[in-house]
T-cell receptor
Framework: QKEVEQDPGPLSVPEGAIVSLNCTYSNSAFQYFMWYRQYSRKGPELLMY????GNKEDGRFTAQVDKSSKYISLFIRDSQPSDSATYLCAMSEGGGNKLTFGTGTQLKVEL | DAGVTQSPTHLIKTRGQHVTLRCSPISGHKSVSWYQQVLGQGPQFIFQ???????GRGNFPDRFSARQFPNYSSELNVNALLLGDSALYLC???????????FGPGTRLTVT
């Protein structure tokens, strides 16, 4: 069993839809949780960074962490075609030390 | 400010050869980490360096080695290349070890 599980998709939604992306994990020592966006053949770009359980909002993006369920989510409101990318969840036991990634979910937002 | 830079962008090597990949962190960042991303997978941790010392190593064979220089730039070396080493190699930097990591564009290595 992988430490971090993420549905690879692809996920296709119409423009303006609310998108929900999720990851589950098995390592209870994970404390820091991140979401990265990766466009084709590019490096990952940091979207959200959260510590422990709770919610964090930044513009159209909301990250949720539920440590009791070992479950994290990223919500994208009013999705745009420019949001089409692969979304990677990542987590670590201590801040920026060794990140453990999910496989990534490929998202396509269609006009 | 410039982000993390990596060179070269693309590289094609033959099995058995060795390769050196280079990374320059964001100005002021002292920690550099290396990741391997195989097509269709998430990045896998290879090494972390902080203040020129190795702080962590992932589950990679001894053919993989790295170092960090006094200016905090870093090199990743891979010897005796195998077909399975074909991947996107990513460098990430953080201000100090334990802070959020920012990724460079990667070096795409193809082994034939």
């Amino acid at each position: 069993q992988k430490e971090v599980e993420q549905d690879p998709g692809p996920l296709s939604v119409p423009e303006g839809a609310i998108v929900s992306l999720n990851c589950t994990y098995s390592n209870s020592a994970f404390q820091y949780f991140m979401w990265y966006r990766q466009y084709s053949r590019k490096g990952p770009e940091l979207l959200m960074y959260t510590y422990s359980s709770g919610n964090k909002e930044d513009g159209r993006f909301t990250a949720q962490v539920d440590k009791s369920s070992k479950y994290i989510s990223l919500f994208i409101r009013d999705s745009q075609p420019s949001d089409s990318a692969t979304y990677l969840c990542a987590m670590s036991e201590g801040g920026g030390n060794k990140l453990t990634f999910g496989t990534g979910t490929q998202l396509k937002v269609e006009l | 400010d410039a982000g993390v830079t990596q060179s070269p962008t693309h590289l094609i090597k033959t099995r058995g050869q060795h390769v050196t990949l280079r990374c320059s962190p964001i100005s002021g960042h002292k920690s550099v980490s290396w990741y391997q991303q195989v097509l269709g997978q998430g990045p896998q941790f290879i090494f972390q360096y902080y203040e020129k010392e190795e702080r962590g190593r992932g589950n990679f064979p001894d053919r993989f080695s790295a170092r960090q220089f006094p200016n905090y730039s870093s090199e990743l070396n891979v010897n005796a290349l195998l077909l399975g080493d074909s991947a996107l190699y990513l460098c990430a930097s953080s201000r100090i070890a334990g802070e959020v990591q920012y990724f460079g564009p990667g070096t795409r290595l193809t082994v034939t």
